[in-house]
C-alpha cells in the first residue's frame, strides 16, 4: 500500500480509518466508477471538488458522488463569489490530481465542506490522494481530522 499524505495524517490524528485499493487502470475514474470498482455503496463514496475566489482562497466541497455542488448555496457558504478550480490548475493550489483529490492533506490551507448527509452514514469513502485509492472513515472524524464542517450545499 502506497503511504499517501492524507493516510499519515489519519494516523497521527489516531482516528479509525481503513484503506480500500480498487483497479484504476486508464484515464480518469469518477466517484461513482471508484464506488462500483471497490465493490462500495455509491451513497458512501464521496468525491472532493475544489472551488475558489478571485484572491486564490480555495473552498472544497465533499459530497456524495452521484451528487453536485449547488453554485448558488456554495457561494453563500463561502461568503464571496467562487467557482470551479479549473483542472490545470487543480494540483497547483490542492497537490492533488484529479480524481485523487482528497479533503486531506492539502497543499494550500482551504475552508472545507462535507455535505451534511454523510452524517446518515456510519462510514464515507474519500479519495486518500492517490489513483485507485480510498479510505473510509466516520464522517465525524473527518470532520473532526480535516477541520471541515458539515453543510447542505448539494443539489
Known amino acids: 500500500m502506497n503511504k499517501t499524505n492524507a493516510i499519515r495524517i489519519l494516523e497521527q490524528a489516531g482516528v479509525s480509518f481503513n484503506v480500500v485499493e480498487y483497479d ?14 471497490a465493490g462500495e455503496n455509491v451513497e458512501q463514496v464521496y468525491k472532493t471538488i475544489a472551488f475558489k475566489n478571485a484572491s486564490n482562497e480555495l473552498f472544497i466541497f465533499v459530497l456524495e458522488s452521484e451528487m453536485e455542488v449547488s453554485l448558488k448555496k456554495a ?3 463561502s461568503g464571496c463569489d467562487i467557482e470551479p478550480v479549473r483542472q490545470q490548475d487543480l494540483k497547483g493550489l490542492t497537490g492533488y490530481e484529479r480524481g485523487c483529490c482528497s479533503p486531506l492533506g492539502l497543499k494550500k490551507a482551504a475552508t472545507i ?3 451534511e448527509l454523510a452524517l446518515l452514514e456510519p462510514v464515507i469513502y474519500v479519495s486518500c490522494g492517490a489513483k485507485g485509492m480510498n479510505v473510509g472513515i466516520s464522517p465525524e472524524d473527518l470532520c473532526k481530522v480535516s477541520g471541515a464542517l458539515f453543510a447542505d450545499f448539494a443539489s
Open 24 to 37: 484504476a487502470e486508464g484515464s480518469f475514474i469518477s466517484a461513482v466508477d471508484s464506488a462500483k470498482k
Open 75 to 77: 457561494r453563500a457558504l
Open 113 to 115: 465542506f462535507i455535505d
